[in-house]
């Protein structure tokens, strides 16, 4: 069980499992929304994706727990397409979205 | 916030309901009245047991219970723990297993992880993207060894009403106790039968604060987690807050009364502030189940807006309004509940109105709404291409 009310969030050591495989294809650009507080990432992610060509994908780096949930409901509303999550080995999280328009 | 929040319009019910005209009065004559120990056998200490006997009547009345399933306590909260931990304790030879929804209030999920942490097993049940359990989903995670089940009759914090009749069949055909977290619904709307645990929370119904209220369905098997207490059937420890629970009763059978005839147009409004946020405000996420929802709540999201700024500038324009996002709370994490229905975290306000919200209210909040929300994007974006974090920004706020 985990909810807002224990756990440490992207620092935590349970969040991190084995470094996945890729996923996807790699990144046409990499943010680095590290140490960021949302909605930052998401701010940065919506500024930027106009800079990587339709079907495209652009990371997102972001330790701030609260990404996981919005980047991926970003997209929803945004139509974009979520790829997929990674775990990155110094903590936080790579989330990889294609630019679908 | 230094400065306290002008004379506004005061639209957080889901936190706490401005306190009935009725409490008062109920409040400070029992104060006067019945002050002795309702414990005692002389004739003062009688006099207090009836008024405090009349007051459980009341209240069972209105809840539809019967007054010796009705107990009160020192909170809502309190009574959550009560039943949680007192229905695991109840049936632990039967098992430790104990089913919740993931969207439950806090005090539902605390208790469960202190279950868990004395050797207990949980199982969270997930929601759909209006916050909504699936009763099948709820259903298929009860098993042989599960001693207790808790479903909300509704969200606190995106007003979604839960499927707690399909809950309780199911339950019943397992033969598992159903515990409903009421704190929402009580005085607003009816909860459906079926449970076995029932808790509220006074101060929510206009009452004060200070009591709540643990419904023991006749026949389901309780034990207290707590040290031995003769006080209210054995249930609840410490001398009975007597003014605070007449003032309790006296103002839940007037708010209940009042609400027949004001739960229609709160519904009325909040179906005005689903519809024309989205309209007025681009960018905005309304959360939660259109139709099955409780007449006074409504949350939305505004993307590329931090919600604590967001709150101290509608403060700022006369609006008491609460969220859900993380930088609002005291950890790091954002509102378990819009995780659990993957909705927009952040720039999060959750709008609960009280009972007599004004529309004169309600009209001055869409005007302006979208003017904060467009200033406080023109900060974030700003702060963003200086490089200064928008926390710098928001010190600097005056």
Request: glycine residues 10%; proline residues 8%; neutral net charge.
């Given at each position: ?11 935590s ?12 294809p ?8 590290l ?8 701010i ?7 800079e990587v060509?339709v079907?495209q994908i652009?990371?997102v ?6 990404a996981?949930?919005?980047v991926p409901?970003w ?5 974009q397409e979520?790829v997929w999550?990674?775990?990155l080995?110094?903590g936080g999280w790579?989330?990889?979205i294609r630019?679908?328009? | ?7 506004g319009?005061?639209?957080d019910?889901a936190?706490?309901e401005?306190p009935h005209?009725a ?6 004559e ?8 309702p414990?005692?056998l002389y004739?003062?200490?009688?006099g207090?047991?009836?008024v405090?006997d ?5 209240v ?6 019967r007054a ?7 909170s809502g909260t ?8 007192g229905?695991l304790?109840a049936?632990r030879?039967v098992?430790r ?7 439950e209030?806090?005090s ?9 942490r004395?050797?207990?097993?949980v ?18 995670a ?5 001693a207790?089940a808790?479903l ?9 009403i ?7 069949e199911?339950?019943?055909?397992a ?17 459906p ?9 006074a101060?929510?119904?206009?009452g ?6 643990l ?6 098997r309780w ?6 207490d003769e006080r209210?059937?054995?249930r609840v420890p410490g001398f ?9 009763a006296?103002a839940?059978?007037a708010?209940?009364?009042?609400m027949?005839a004001d739960?229609?147009?709160?519904t009325a ?5 689903r519809?024309?946020v989205p309209?007025r405000v ?14 006074h709540l409504v ?8 919600g604590e ?5 509608l ?6 309004v ?5 930088c609002?709370a005291?950890t790091?994490r ?21 009972r007599g ?7 001055r909040f869409l005007a ?9 994007r023109?900060?974030?974006m700003s ?5 200064n ?5 928001r010190?600097?706020r005056?």
């Amino acid at each position: 069980m985990r909810f807002r009310g224990r756990g440490k969030g992207a620092t935590s050591p349970e969040a991190a499992p084995p470094p996945a495989e890729p996923a996807g294809p790699p990144p046409a650009l990499a943010i680095d929304a590290l140490g960021r507080k949302c909605p930052i990432p998401i701010i940065m992610l919506a500024e930027r994706i106009r800079e990587v060509p339709v079907g495209q994908i652009i990371a997102v780096l972001a330790d701030d727990a609260a990404a996981r949930t919005d980047v991926p409901a970003w997209c929803r509303m945004k139509s974009q397409e979520f790829v997929w999550e990674e775990t990155l080995p110094q903590g936080g999280w790579g989330f990889h979205i294609r630019r679908m328009y | 916030m230094a400065e306290p929040s002008i004379p506004g319009a005061y639209f957080d019910a889901a936190s706490t309901e401005p306190p009935h005209p009725a409490a008062r009065s109920a409040l400070l004559e029992t104060m006067d009245a019945a002050w002795a120990d309702p414990a005692r056998l002389y004739g003062t200490a009688r006099g207090t047991r009836v008024v405090l006997d009349r007051a459980r009547e009341r209240v069972a009345a209105v809840l539809g219970v019967r007054a010796d399933e009705l107990s009160f306590t020192t909170s809502g909260t309190q009574a959550v723990h009560l039943a949680v931990l007192g229905g695991l304790r109840a049936r632990r030879r039967v098992g430790r297993h104990l089913v919740v929804s993931a969207v439950e209030h806090s005090s539902v999920l605390h208790a469960a992880e202190l279950h868990e942490r004395d050797g207990g097993e949980v199982t969270a049940v997930g929601v759909d993207r209006t916050g909504r359990v699936d009763p099948e989903e709820f259903a298929a995670a009860l098993r042989p060894d599960t001693a207790l089940a808790c479903l909300q009759s509704a969200n606190h914090e995106v007003g979604t009403i839960q499927p707690v009749a399909e809950a309780a069949e199911s339950c019943r055909a397992a033969g598992v106790p159903l515990f409903v977290d009421a704190a929402q619904s009580l005085g607003r709307a009816d909860v459906p039968g079926g449970w076995s645990f029932l808790a509220g929370s006074a101060h929510k119904w206009g009452g004060p604060a200070g009591v709540g209220v643990l419904a023991v369905r006749k026949g389901t098997r309780w034990r207290s987690p707590l040290p031995d207490d003769e006080r209210e059937r054995r249930r609840v420890p410490g001398f009975e807050n007597v003014p605070g629970i007449v003032a309790a009763a006296a103002a839940l059978e007037a708010y209940r009364a009042d609400m027949a005839a004001d739960a229609p147009r709160l519904t009325a409004l909040v179906d005005r502030i689903r519809a024309e946020v989205p309209r007025r405000v681009p960018d905005v996420e309304v959360a939660g189940d259109p139709v099955r929802r409780l007449p006074h709540l409504v949350t939305f999201s505004c993307l590329y807006v931090e919600g604590e700024a967001l709150l101290t500038e509608l403060d700022r324009l006369g609006f008491a309004v609460s969220s859900g996002s993380s930088c609002t709370a005291d950890t790091l994490r954002p509102s378990h509940v819009l995780e659990a229905m993957g909705v927009i975290t952040h720039g999060n306000v959750r709008v609960s109105l009280p009972r007599g919200a004004r529309t004169a209210d309600v009209d001055r909040f869409l005007a302006e709404l979208p003017g904060a929300v467009a200033r406080l994007r023109g900060t974030a974006m700003s702060t963003l291409e200086t490089g200064n974090t928008l926390e710098t920004g928001r010190r600097s706020r005056p």
